[in-house]
């Protein structure tokens, strides 16, 4: 089964806006972590959040985590054609050999 | 440094016919995992190894599907009898280490079982 839910499903912005996407979780996690996956780059690695941090810069992108609520959320700021992708979530749970359960992703779509 | 690679990158098969995966991880990873992502899903975990040993293969259909990790190094991943709902994207993954860290995804082999 899948934990993390990603919310939307999908979005469409224009260039130069905000994209913010939400991520919800079941169990206790160690980390979650954002991917993207284009047709272009595969899936890559984007950031990725400790259950003991609150929030986390990388460029454009800005990711909170809030344990008590077991969610995420993802801010991609001034967005550009190029950002157009599926995002996921994924979480870390909390033992020794934990693997990671993606979400069922966001697709976003940013017009010119 | 060089990414994860995956053969082949298509592969087009009937059902009941068997098919097989190879994956290269990045030089001086000791975790590869085998993912299925099927349309409009997100990858669900088949298989982690540990350099050559198997960590997690609880979600892997062990009647029809195999995987080794031969020297913790390269590794295959095999089909035997496929059947239609296996159409899907395998991807490989590596890391560093377990548990901990980003994974570094190869292209994927796109499946489809007619």
């Known amino acids: 089964s899948q934990q993390g839910e990603e919310d939307p499903q999908a979005l469409s912005i224009q260039e130069g806006e905000n994209a913010t996407m939400n991520c919800s979780y079941k169990t206790s996690i160690n980390n979650l972590q954002w991917y993207r996956q284009n047709s272009g780059r595969g899936l890559v690695h984007l950031i990725l959040i400790r259950s003991n941090e609150r929030e986390k810069h990388s460029g454009r992108l800005r990711v909170t985590l809030d344990t008590s609520k077991k969610s995420s959320s993802l801010l991609i700021t001034a967005s550009r054609a190029a950002d157009t992708a599926s995002y996921f979530c994924a979480t870390g749970g909390n033992s020794g050999y934990s693997t990671l359960t993606f979400g069922k992703g966001t697709m976003l779509l940013v017009s010119p | 440094e060089a990414g994860v690679a995956q053969s082949p990158r298509y592969k087009i098969i009937e059902k009941r016919q068997s098919v097989a995966f190879w994956c290269n991880p990045i030089s001086g990873h000791a975790t590869l995992y085998w993912y299925q992502q099927i349309l409009g899903q997100g990858p669900k975990l088949l298989i982690q190894?540990?350099?050559?040993?198997?960590?997690?293969d609880s979600q892997l259909p062990k009647d029809r599907f195999s995987a080794e990790r031969l020297k913790g190094v390269d590794s295959t991943l095999k089909i035997q009898p496929a059947k239609l709902e296996d159409s899907a994207v395998y991807l490989c993954?590596?890391?560093?280490?377990?548990?901990?860290?980003?994974?570094?995804f190869g292209p994927g082999t796109r499946l489809t079982v007619t």
């Open positions: 993954a590596s890391s560093f280490r377990v548990g901990v860290g980003e994974q570094y």
């Open positions: 190894f540990q350099n050559n040993g198997v960590v997690d």
